[in-house]
C-alpha cells in the first residue's frame, strides 16, 4: 500500500511497498501510442500514484491531491514549459 510514514502532509512523497495489482493507471490523452513523454497516474488509498509511461516498473511517487491539482491548475496556466 502507499508508505505514508510520519509526519505525513498534503504534498507526498516515495511510495514504498506499493502493490501494483491494486492500481488502475491512467495516461494522459495527449499521449501519442508509443507512450514516449507521458506520467501515468492511479488512484492511492487517499493520495495519487505517478510513474513514467516508459518505465512502469520503476520508481513510483505519491503525491497528495491538493498538491497535483495545484500542479494542473499551473501547468493549465501556462506556467510550466510541459
Known amino acids: 500500500m502507499v ?3 510520519t509526519g505525513s502532509n498534503d504534498y507526498g512523497g516515495l511510495v514504498s511497498q506499493l502493490d501494483p495489482s491494486l492500481l488502475c493507471w491512467r495516461r494522459s ?3 501519442d501510442s508509443s507512450g514516449g513523454n507521458c506520467v ?3 488512484r492511492a488509498a487517499l493520495d495519487l500514484a505517478v510513474r513514467d509511461s516508459k518505465d512502469p516498473d520503476g520508481a ?3 503525491v497528495g491531491r491538493r498538491a497535483f ?3 494542473l491548475g499551473e501547468i493549465r496556466a501556462g506556467r ?3
Open 80 to 82: 510550466h514549459d510541459v
Open 69 to 71: 491539482e495545484a500542479l
Open 3 to 5: 508508505g505514508r510514514g
Open 40 to 42: 501515468e497516474v492511479a
Open 29 to 31: 490523452t495527449y499521449s
Open 60 to 62: 513510483r511517487l505519491r
